[in-house]
Nanobody, 115 residues
Framework: QVQFVESGGGSVQPGGSLRLSCSVS????????LAWYRQIPGQQRELVAG????????VYADSVKGRFAISRDTIVNTLYLQMNNLKSEDTAVYYC????????WGQGTQVTVSS
């Protein structure tokens, strides 16, 4: 069973940066297409960025293009999301999962952008 543990969230001012990490258990990390998702209370979870199993095929939501960058490190089984020029509308709980997602989700990490 694959488990996802997200970290790196926090509170920042608009224009700030954060780097999220997601540790993925299991030996199938290298075979998975992965993605970051986010959810605002009362709204559906949405795809933020995705990356293919080989590190290519990167996709981004229009709202984060040019500001966020997804990457992965197969040696440490970790997925990353570099978030720059953060905006208040980026405030959400961020999750990682397979693309498309498994049924089970991790706890996520809270990102709050506020002045």
């Amino acid at each position: 069973q694959v488990q996802f543990v997200e970290s790196g969230g926090g509170s920042v001012q608009p224009g700030g940066s954060l780097r999220l990490s997601c540790s993925v258990s299991g030996t199938i990390f290298r075979f998975l297409s992965l993605a970051w998702y986010r959810q605002i209370p009362g709204q559906q979870r949405e795809l933020v960025a995705g990356i293919g199993s080989g590190g290519g095929n990167r996709v981004y939501a229009d709202s984060v293009k040019g500001r966020f960058a997804i990457s992965r490190d197969t040696i440490v089984n970790t997925l990353y999301l570099q978030m720059n020029n953060l905006k208040s509308e980026d405030t959400a709980v961020y999750y990682c999962n397979r693309q498309p997602p498994f049924t089970d989700w991790g706890q996520g990490t809270q990102v709050t952008v506020s002045s």
